[in-house]
């Protein structure tokens, strides 16, 4: 059977002796989205941290692509083709947008730093605009994209994002939301996780609902929309 393209598999491990994920178990397929949402406290993050090897398995794997990537430092992983964009301090906040970017390139060995620089400035425009201006000056929405932008410029092959949309207004969640739609047609993989559930769960391809940081329900997003124990428990009925 093939496997998905990354999946990190029955993870129980935390910080210490205390685990925080029991068999927690997350996937996604090459170009598809997938949301970990679930309440606070609920290790949603943790498992995040877990797939980037930020976190010490007492027990499961990560693979990508086939390979046992479980022993693999964060810094391996982003070469072997994953990003991740944490929830805070995500930002060089005296640089200016630009060399934030140029910061994301830092593995790279090609020669081709500029075209990758170009498509994250046609995708967000704003950055461009503001590119010379210092990332800490930018608004919330603004500084996430700069953040989801330096991620890019690793071109990488999944891209981890922890709350996204943290703090921002209806209106940037809904573009940031559109933007992450495109990434994804691109190719690339989305990992999420995201305090705005139903929204998230609108756009996912797959869903996963964590409690107590084991699986509680998993299913396409669309799925989880429609169940009434989901919606009552999870969704604000």
């Known amino acids: 059977m093939a496997h998905p393209f990354l999946i990190g598999e029955n993870m129980t491990g935390g910080y210490g002796a205390v685990d925080i994920l029991h068999s927690c178990t997350l996937a996604v397929e090459k170009g598809e989205i997938a949301v970990i949402v679930g309440p606070n ?5 943790t498992a995040m941290k877990a797939v980037f090897g930020m976190l010490k398995l007492r027990q499961g794997s990560v693979r990508l692509n086939g390979e046992d990537i479980s022993r693999l430092s964060p810094q391996a992983r982003v070469r072997k083709g994953m990003g991740f964009v944490p929830q805070t301090q995500n930002i060089f906040t ?3 947008v630009e060399e934030n970017l140029e910061m994301g390139a830092f593995i790279r060995e090609d020669e081709g730093i500029q075209d990758t620089m170009a498509q994250i ?3 967000f425009p704003i950055l461009k605009e503001k590119r010379h201006q210092a990332a800490g000056e930018l608004s919330g929405g603004q500084r996430q994209q700069v953040a989801v932008g330096r991620a ?5 092959q999944v891209l981890m994002l922890d709350e996204p949309t943290a703090g921002v207004s209806p209106i940037v969640m809904d573009e940031l939301f559109d933007r992450i739609i495109e990434i994804a047609r691109s190719g690339i993989s989305i990992l999420m996780v995201e305090q705005n559930a139903r929204q998230a769960l609108e756009i996912a391809d797959k869903g996963y609902v964590l409690v107590q940081g084991a699986n509680r329900y998993s299913d396409t997003g669309k799925a989880l929309l429609a169940d009434p124990e989901v919606r009552k428990s999870f969704l604000g009925g």
């Open 152 to 156: 890019l410029m690793t071109r990488p």
């Open 94 to 96: 005296s640089m200016t």
């Open 41 to 45: 406290g609920a290790g949603k993050s």
């Open 121 to 123: 400035y046609d995708l």
